[in-house]
């Protein structure tokens, strides 16, 4: 785990003790920090029991205090522990922020921070692949495996320092103030999450924004052209560290990197590309990732392939924007059914959106649709 002595004798309340959370209790404690903490389960205070004060931060004062360590999932437009901080001038954080903290304990590193509505983890996920690849000590946290303050710190090789690739969700910006990621990316913006934001995109978008106001000069930022409309993304052009805004992709062979199928994964090879550059990395290192990356569970995952069927599972594809790319990589074969739709759709859940959005253009590539869930009689409407 990450210990660092800047946290000795320092008093933090932590408000949810699932794994993030956790990690943050036990990586506070080990650099000597007095931690109160507290989680609705009995099982999950038991992990703590003798070494912290278990009781709900919303129950005492917390003057004196250094913060209030939440997971990502408090929605601090709604629940009252941010109000009840604000009282008493405690900072609300999250375990990024910790890490943030934490980093002038480490070994010389690097961070690469990468946010945006879909394709996160993908590229997260291939940032750190191609690092490894190429030999960089590497990790990858935040929004994807290992709770960050859980990982052993990073040390540097022959190769060059460690590189912390960090998949950063817009709730995982908000708890975050002193993040000066060396390289830091916005892939894309929609509409998502908006019940955490008052229903105003605005405010999500501003939201992702502030993860670029924390570099410093001489960091290297990525930024997408087409988010360029949205005024909290527009401002960002006055910044004044090295910006590079991305433009549409151009075509290219995919063919060669058999896990980064369909024009999103373009999007996405092409932002992971630009931060291994800025990393220093030579065109032949990233070349040699991207073709050895296997992809991501639930993210167009080859599942198998049966009586000619190819089953591909694109579970994690929650939202429309997410879910058309899959639509439009498999488009019709002239050498399979004259050229005929081939796609069986399966698509339900909780509904978050009123229509079909970005699925609706590549639904020429679908031959037959079933709908399930709470969202599947809606959908059947849509698609009739």
């Known amino acids: 785990m990450i210990v660092c002595p800047a946290f000795s004798g320092k008093r933090y309340a932590?408000?949810?003790?699932?794994r993030s959370g956790l990690a943050a209790a036990e990586a506070l404690l080990a650099?000597?920090?007095?931690?109160?903490?507290?989680?609705?389960?009995?099982?999950a205070r038991e992990k703590l029991e003798g070494r912290a004060r278990l009781v709900d931060p919303l129950d005492i004062d917390l003057t004196?205090?250094?913060?209030?360590?939440?997971?990502?999932?408090v929605p601090l437009n709604t629940h009252p522990i941010a109000g009840h901080a604000a009282?008493?001038?405690?900072?609300?954080?999250?375990?990024?922020?910790?890490?943030?903290?934490?980093?002038?304990?480490l070994p010389p590193h690097r961070v690469v921070g990468i946010t945006g509505t879909n394709g996160k983890s993908t590229t997260t996920a291939l940032v750190h692949h191609i690092c490894r690849v190429a030999g960089l000590p590497t990790l990858m946290g935040g929004n994807i495996g290992l709770p960050i303050m859980a990982q052993e710190p990073l040390a540097p090789n022959d190769k060059g320092t460690g590189v912390y690739v960090l998949e950063l969700s817009s709730y995982q910006i908000d708890l975050t103030y002193s993040l000066d990621c060396d390289v830091a990316m916005l892939l894309n913006i929609t509409p998502d999450h908006l019940d955490r934001y008052d229903g105003s995109f605005e405010n999500y978008a501003a939201s992702k924004a502030r993860l670029f106001y924390m570099q410093s000069d001489g960091h290297s930022a990525f930024l997408p052209v087409s988010a360029s409309h949205i005024p909290a993304v527009?401002?960002?052009?006055?910044?004044?560290?090295?910006?590079?805004?991305?433009?549409?992709?151009?075509?290219e062979?995919?063919?060669?990197?058999?896990s980064l199928q369909g024009p999103h994964n373009l999007e996405n090879v092409r932002f992971a590309r630009k931060a291994c550059e800025a990393l220093g990395l030579t065109a032949a290192e990233i070349e040699d990732g991207l073709r050895s990356f296997g992809g991501l569970p639930h993210r167009m995952e080859f599942v198998a392939e049966h009586g000619g069927v190819t089953f591909i599972n694109d579970s994690k594809a929650t939202n429309t924007d997410s879910s058309a790319p899959a639509l439009a990589a498999y488009l019709p074969d002239p050498a399979i059914s004259g050229?005929?739709?081939?796609?069986?759709?399966?698509?339900?859940?909780l509904p978050k959106e009123d229509g079909l959005g970005a699925c609706a253009a590549h639904l020429a590539n679908v031959k037959a649709a079933y709908t399930i869930g709470e969202a599947g009689p809606r959908f059947a409407e849509l698609l009739e």
């Not at 932590?14 to 699932?18: H, N, P, Q, Y």
């Not at 009282?87 to 304990?105: H, M, N, S, T």
């Not at 527009?234 to 992709?249: E, F, K, R």
């Open 31 to 43: 650099s000597g920090a007095e931690i109160v903490a507290w989680d609705r389960q009995d099982v």
């Open 14 to 18: 932590i408000l949810g003790l699932a």
């Open 339 to 349: 050229g005929a739709p081939r796609i069986h759709w399966i698509l339900g859940g």
């Open 253 to 258: 062979d995919q063919s060669r990197w058999p």
């Open 64 to 73: 004196g205090f250094d913060g209030v360590v939440v997971s990502p999932g």
């Open 87 to 105: 009282k008493y001038g405690v900072p609300v954080i999250g375990d990024i922020e910790l890490f943030a903290l934490a980093r002038p304990c």
């Open 234 to 251: 527009d401002a960002l052009h006055g910044l004044t560290q090295s910006v590079d805004w991305i433009g549409p992709s151009g075509g």
